[in-house]
């Protein structure tokens, strides 16, 4: 029997967009052996509109491994423990990819190193953002060249504390997505890369008092403010109550805040404050930056 844990993810980080994320400490665990028919049994605290049967997206991700690398496998009985919340942009599609690719490597005696399961991942996703951090943990920043990754990790085990704010909605990616204009004007390029330039400076560096520049962004996110109402005003808010920078997390619509140690409450607070001003009821999760990744245990 294999089980993996595979970490939640923060991605764009601001400017970063479709190329930096960063693992959290929340944790989707899957438990995975052979059986004599496909058995998908969901546990944790989001089972709702998982599908449990060939559809699931773990196991579509694992067969098309296996269709990769000519496999035969015999069926397997999957335990799904989630605790990422779907369609809140802390990349619960990417906690099923990745997990999927190393459960279905695993079962195939491990033939495919990392950066070849994290190809895959990028190829099934459409971008690395999410699942190079899931796989690799840390902060980190992925360069796709034509036909490969360049996959850098910027940072392991960073000095500040991630607040994460959850708004009582759900944003799916493809209209997330949808939303954005097919092309930005050169001032707004220029304005992300000087950005994206620094955000990597003061990862490396750990000058974080960069970050409250770091990470504006103009390509993605006041676009998708449209979806979140009151995003705008809690990413500034929580900059005023002492966080270092912050970030709508993946196309959202929760909020990412980079805190110093002891502020960790107040920022939360004032956010969660200034969304219900606007009308959204949030919850808020302290975490510590996963510096592992995926991990995997033969049991």
Wanted: charge should be negative; charged fraction near 20%.
């Amino acid at each position: 029997m294999f089980q993996v844990k595979v970490p939640a993810t923060s991605a764009n980080l601001g400017p970063g967009f479709d190329c930096m994320g960063l693992a959290l400490r929340l944790y989707n665990y899957i438990q995975a052996e052979e059986s004599e028919t496909l058995e998908i049994i969901l546990k944790g605290t989001y089972t709702s509109n998982i599908p449990a049967d060939e559809t699931n997206l773990l196991w579509k991700t694992a067969c098309r491994l296996w269709q990769k690398i000519g496999f035969q496998p015999r069926p397997l009985k999957i335990i799904l423990e989630s605790h990422v919340p779907p369609a809140r942009g802390l990349g619960s599609s990417s906690t099923a990819v990745v997990g999927g690719l190393i459960i279905a490597n695993a079962v195939a005696g491990n033939p495919l190193n990392r950066l070849q399961l994290l190809e895959i991942a990028s190829e099934i996703e459409g971008h690395p953002d999410n699942v190079s951090p899931a796989l690799c943990g840390g902060i980190t920043l992925t360069v796709m060249d034509e036909n490969k990754l360049i996959p850098r990790t910027l940072a392991k085990s960073p000095k500040f504390k991630a607040v994460v704010v959850i708004p009582d909605i759900l944003v799916e990616t493809e209209k997330a997505r949808g939303i954005l204009p097919a092309s930005v004007s050169r001032t707004d390029v220029i304005f992300n890369a000087s950005r994206v330039g620094l955000l990597v400076d003061a990862f490396i560096n750990e000058e974080y008092d960069l970050l409250a520049v770091a990470t504006q962004d103009r390509i993605h996110q006041n676009q998708r403010a449209s979806l979140i109402s009151g995003m705008p005003e809690a990413l500034k808010s929580a900059v005023r109550a002492g966080a270092y920078g912050a970030a709508l997390s993946g196309s959202g619509p929760t909020l990412i805040a980079f805190c110093p140690y002891g502020k960790e409450d107040q920022i939360a607070m004032t956010m969660k404050s200034v969304l219900q001003e606007n009308g959204l009821p949030s919850a808020a999760l302290t975490l510590d930056i996963d510096s592992e990744g995926a991990v995997l245990t033969e049991i």
